[in-house]
Every structure is written in structure tokens, then in C-alpha cells.
């Protein structure tokens, strides 16, 4: 029997104290012997960032953690005094960094909420804090009155970081994406037209002038009421007013019928045709060709060209879906965008059609148009707007789209082999068989089911996002029960958003509604049998 060791091996008198997290010694942290004594090292220690993947030493963080406090400090010590005098926290050994990290930033963890909000939200982070000056802007717009001088200020600098970062300008503000009329980007084009230097060809039609609609392809978006109320099979019900027109994809395969169609549009009153690059319903990727033959067509006819990017922004990997590279050729004239973006217009001046207009300059055209609508957008519509396009900047999201898409169908993949995984990137559309059985909040449609993650820090860690799914995740669902505080109210087995009751299941911390409970099917049964996350 080998013996058993009863205490540690004797060290070598002459060893320096060294910090367990970045292994550097206390002289190499400037940490003088007798403040060893006196607690300099360890309180280092709990606050220091480790090393980073090439081994290098990260140090202690240089900012305050909480957002909104804008104090810099040196020294572990300083930290420590400063959490428990202005935050009431106290540095132990239970409670180092990597706690006050999750207790601020909740963007570290992963997250099997896949709805987020619909789509709403690309982050954890608040917009708010994405500057300093941002936060502090929103703080002086909490009083509209004295605000309204600051408010034209605010809009030229979130045009312009826009503009920098999605290549559009934001011309006009919404409460929902389905808000935007025909008449609205009507007014728009007679408005370049009466502004442009040159006088231009092709003005639009008297019929697109008296009575302008927009045409769809189809599977689009599915919004309630309002001109974008097209796509979605469950809305017909719904719909008030004239069937719109809907256009089959196949259309723009054949370039001469697409060009017919176009035509006739135009002469019945139709100012631009809406589309997305990828298909709300079922998750289809537009071609190349296609998408090209629907630019070259809108061109030649007169037709203006919207590109609703909604949900396609930032999560297909690149700014708008519409600049994945192979789509690059052309430009559209307008995009919708929202959601984490609030809501609204944006023009490419540029791009189909918007070519011909010759404005000189454009913040001068801009003053003017602004000039028309009577209250721009609220501060705080544009403030979250403007911090979301500062943080998708400068921690570069469509990338993360990219990692965060390629981690979860990896996972994916391995867990149903075989599976039909649709969409672009971080817009993933799962079949609604599998997604019933995997155990994750997504966004329900009829056939297929879209998981928009975030596109957090937490969701880029492949072990994270692995151990969310599975019979071992138990223990990190619980934390995350725990640490986030909240659990979004979505069934986990239909992805519906029910008013009526739910059950909440301890084991994978899901709701599962009255629907879902009620069903002979066997996906209930799994969570009551203990046969979940399997
Ligand atoms: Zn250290
Ligand atoms: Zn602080
Ligand atoms: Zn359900
Ligand atoms: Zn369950």
C-alpha cells in the first residue's frame, strides 16, 4: 500500500508568492513582501482577469464593472474599496471577478432562450451604455423639454454611425416595421425627384402617385395589419383590406416573365416590390441569380426595390443580409429595419434606382426632408439605435453571428444527424419536429421553428453552448435559472407565447403550456418522465 500523504510537499523556502490566476509573481505585480502580508496579493488574486488563450497576463480589469459607474481604478486594493463603498460588495474568496462578472455582465453566459424577444434583441448589454456618451445623453433626455435643442444633434450622429456601419441612411422613423406605407416611400421619391439637381428620367407613374401599393414575395415576414401583412399562411384571417400581391420566388428564376410582371405592376400603381434575402416562413436563401434578376428588372421597369431586413440584420453575418457576398453586385433602393434597430426607413443613394438622383448635398436634402415629418423619432428610440450600431461595431457582430451560427449547428448536427437546418448563420431555422424535442425557446412559425441566440460573448464559447444541451446541462440550467432571474415565458416544447397557464418544469427549466400538456404526443411526456434534454 503506497503511503498516504497527509500534508503538501515541501516548497522551496525561496519561492515567491505568485498569483494562481496570471502566475506572476508578487515582485513582477509590484506587490512588496510585507503588503503580501498584509493581503495585496490575494486581493489581486480575486480580481485578477488570468491569462489570456496566447498566455499572457490580462491584469486586473481597468473600469468599474457596473454599468453606469464611470470610475477607473488602480490597484486591487482601490477595486476592493470601491465595490464595497459605492456598489456594497465584498471581494472574498467566494466572491471574486468571475462572480461580479455574472452578477453585471449577464452577456458571459450562454442561453437557451432562442425567442429573445422575437428577435429584439441581438445583446444582454444595454445600448444605453454602449459610450459614455450615449449614457449620458439618455440621462438628459429622461426631461423631453429641456432635451429638444440636443434631440437634431442626436439624429445627425446616429445617421452617420448607421451610414458608417450599414452603408443606408435612416430617412424616416416607425413604431413597427408594418408602420411603412406606400405612401411614405412614395413621398419619398417625388421628394428626390423635385430635389434632384439634374432633372431626371422615368418619374413615377400618375397611378403609382394617386394610389401607390407595394407587392411582396412570398413567404414574407408575417405582420398583423398594415401593408406587410402578407406572408405569414395564419395571417389571412387576419387581413383587412385588398389582397395584396404576392409573387412567387420561382418568378425570378425567368428574367423576361419577371420583367413582364414588373411592368404591369408599375402600370397599375405599384411604387416597389418587398423582399428578404432570407424567407421569414421557411428560412430559403435567395440566389444570386435571382436576387440580380429582381434588381436588373426593378431597374428597367420603374419598380423600387425594399429589402426588409428585420430580422436578417446582423444575424446572417454581415451588416444587412443583403451584403453577404454574393449578393454584393447590387444595391437596393430602400431596407426596412427594426427590433434591436428601432424601426424604420433607410434609403441607399446608391442603389436601385436612387442612382439617378442627383441631390448635391446630402445632409442638406436631409434638413429639408426632416423639415416634413412633424416629430423625427423619440431620443429614445434613437439613443438604443444608435448604442446597438456602437456596440455592433466595435465587437464586430455579424462575425459573432457567424461563430455563434456555426457553433449551435455543429451541436445541431450532432444531436439529430441528418437534420434540415435552414437560414443564414445566427437565423437558424430548425424543423418543428426536432425543435419540440431539443429543449430550447425559439420563435415558432408553421413548418420550421427560428432560433435567433444572442449574440453574446457567452454564445461564442463553444464548451458553454455545448453544455446547454444534453442530459449534463441540469446544473448550468439551474444557474442559469438562478443567475439571470428571469425565464422567458415561451413554451419550451411549441415555442408559442400563450396567455393561459403554464407549468414550469424543474429539470430543463422550461414552461410548457396548456396545449402542449394537454397533447397525447409524446414531447410532453418527456419532460414529465424525466426523459428531457436527451
Ligand atoms: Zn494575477
Ligand atoms: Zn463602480
Ligand atoms: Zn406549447
Ligand atoms: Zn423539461
Not at 523556502?13 to 508578487?26: G, L, N, S, V, Y
Not at 449614457?135 to 434631440?151: A, I
Not at 425627384?193 to 400618375?206: C, W, Y
Request: proline residues 6%; aromatic residues 10%; positive net charge.
Amino acid at each position: 500500500m503506497p503511503p498516504i500523504r497527509t500534508s503538501k510537499p515541501p516548497t522551496e523556502p525561496a519561492e515567491e508568492p505568485t498569483c494562481r490566476e496570471c502566475r506572476q509573481t508578487a515582485h513582477v505585480l509590484g506587490i512588496k513582501i510585507d503588503r503580501v502580508k498584509k493581503g495585496d496579493l490575494v486581493a489581486h488574486e480575486r480580481l485578477c482577469q488570468g491569462l489570456d488563450p496566447t498566455g499572457k497576463p490580462l491584469g486586473l480589469p481597468t473600469a468599474c464593472l457596473a454599468p453606469g459607474c464611470e470610475i477607473t481604478a488602480d490597484g486591487a486594493l482601490a477595486w476592493v474599496h470601491h465595490y464595497r463603498r459605492v456598489h456594497t460588495i465584498s471581494i472574498s474568496l467566494e466572491f471574486t471577478l468571475k462572480q461580479l462578472r455574472l452578477r453585471y455582465q449577464k452577456d458571459l453566459l450562454p442561453d437557451f432562450d432562442m425567442n429573445a424577444g422575437w428577435g429584439s434583441h441581438l445583446t444582454k448589454q444595454s445600448p444605453f451604455f454602449a459610450s459614455l456618451e450615449i449614457q449620458k445623453l439618455h440621462n438628459e433626455s429622461s426631461n423631453p423639454w429641456s432635451f429638444t435643442p440636443k434631440h437634431k444633434d442626436v439624429l445627425q450622429k446616429f445617421r452617420s454611425s448607421f451610414r458608417e456601419f450599414f452603408g443606408a441612411t435612416p430617412l424616416s422613423f416607425h413604431q413597427h416595421v408594418s408602420d411603412i406605407s406606400p405612401i411614405l416611400v412614395a413621398r419619398v421619391i417625388t421628394f428626390l425627384e423635385e430635389n434632384s439637381v439634374e432633372p431626371v428620367s422615368g418619374k413615377i407613374t400618375a397611378s403609382q402617385r394617386k394610389a401607390p401599393q407595394f407587392a411582396a414575395f412570398e413567404g414574407q415576414f408575417g405582420a398583423y395589419y398594415g401593408p406587410l401583412a402578407h406572408g405569414g399562411s395564419n395571417n389571412e384571417s387576419h387581413r383587412i383590406g385588398p389582397t395584396p400581391i404576392i409573387l412567387s420566388l420561382d418568378l425570378a428564376s425567368n428574367k423576361e416573365k419577371l420583367k413582364t410582371k414588373f411592368k404591369s405592376l408599375v402600370k397599375a400603381g405599384y411604387i416597389a416590390v418587398i423582399m428578404e434575402v432570407v424567407r421569414q416562413t421557411d428560412g430559403h436563401i435567395l440566389s444570386q441569380l435571382q436576387w440580380e434578376a429582381i434588381c436588373q428588372c426593378c431597374q428597367s421597369t420603374g419598380l423600387y426595390l425594399i429589402v426588409d431586413e428585420s430580422l436578417t440584420a446582423i444575424r446572417c453575418g454581415a451588416p444587412f443580409g443583403h451584403q453577404l457576398p454574393q449578393f454584393c453586385n447590387y444595391k437596393p433602393s430602400f431596407v426596412f429595419f427594426g427590433k434591436a434597430l428601432s424601426p424604420g426607413l433607410g434609403i441607399f443613394w446608391d442603389g436601385v434606382r436612387i442612382d439617378r438622383f442627383e441631390v448635391g448635398e446630402r445632409a442638406d436634402v436631409l434638413a429639408l426632408w426632416d423639415f416634413l415629418p412633424s416629430l423625427v423619432q423619440e431620443p429614445a428610440a434613437t439613443l438604443r439605435s444608435w448604442g446597438t450600431i456602437v456596440l455592433a461595431q466595435r465587437e464586430d457582430w455579424p462575425k459573432r453571428a457567424k461563430n455563434v451560427g456555426r457553433i449551435l449547428r455543429d451541436v445541431l448536427r450532432e444531436m439529430y444527424p441528418g437534420v434540415d437546418l435552414r437560414g443564414e448563420a445566427a437565423l437558424i431555422y430548425i424543423p418543428t419536429t426536432v425543435s419540440r424535442i431539443a429543449d430550447v425557446i425559439g420563435a415558432a412559425t408553421p413548418t420550421y421553428c427560428r432560433w435567433m441566440p444572442y449574440l453574446d460573448l457567452g454564445m461564442m464559447e463553444e464548451r458553454q453552448v455545448r453544455a446547454m444541451f444534453g442530459t449534463q446541462s441540469h446544473s448550468l440550467r439551474q444557474t442559469l435559472k438562478v443567475t439571470l432571474g428571469r425565464m422567458n415565458k415561451f413554451c419550451i416544447i411549441c415555442s408559442e407565447e400563450a396567455a393561459d397557464s403554464f407549468d414550469f418544469c424543474e429539470r430543463c427549466c422550461g414552461h410548457i403550456c396548456s396545449v402542449c400538456k394537454g397533447e397525447d404526443g409524446s414531447s410532453f411526456q418527456r419532460h414529465s418522465e424525466g426523459r428531457y434534454l436527451a
